[in-house]
């Protein structure tokens, strides 16, 4: 599951997060699947009152950290040309 985070005064922030226990989860075709990005799955109980069918469910906690911006700017964006094409 991937996240574009941003907020007025920090750096953007593109980042993702894998699911504990998928078979694929190493298989991730840039190599960016790292264990600090496979947050912990925990079964919990309480569901239907939270409106859900079930009572039991999974949560995952991801906590996301923004940076400040940079003599306010983000220093990370790249400006590059893109391809262009049309049919």
């Known amino acids: 599951m991937h996240f574009?985070?941003?907020s007025d005064?920090?750096?953007?922030?593109?980042?993702?997060?894998?699911?504990e226990g998928d078979p694929l989860i190493?298989?991730?075709?840039?190599?960016?699947?790292?264990?600090e990005l496979i947050p912990?799955?925990?079964?919990?109980?309480?569901?239907?009152?939270l409106g859900l069918k079930a009572d039991t469910y999974k949560d995952?906690?991801?906590?996301?950290t923004?940076?400040?911006l940079v003599q306010g700017k983000d220093n990370q964006l790249v400006h590059r040309l893109r391809a262009e094409a049309t049919a």
């Open 9 to 19: 005064n920090s750096r953007k922030l593109t980042t993702q997060f894998n699911i």
């Open 26 to 35: 190493w298989d991730d075709f840039a190599y960016a699947t790292r264990e």
């Open 60 to 64: 995952i906690e991801f906590n996301v």
């Open 40 to 49: 912990q799955v925990v079964e919990k109980t309480g569901g239907t009152a």
């Open 4 to 6: 574009f985070v941003s």
């Open 66 to 68: 923004l940076t400040p």
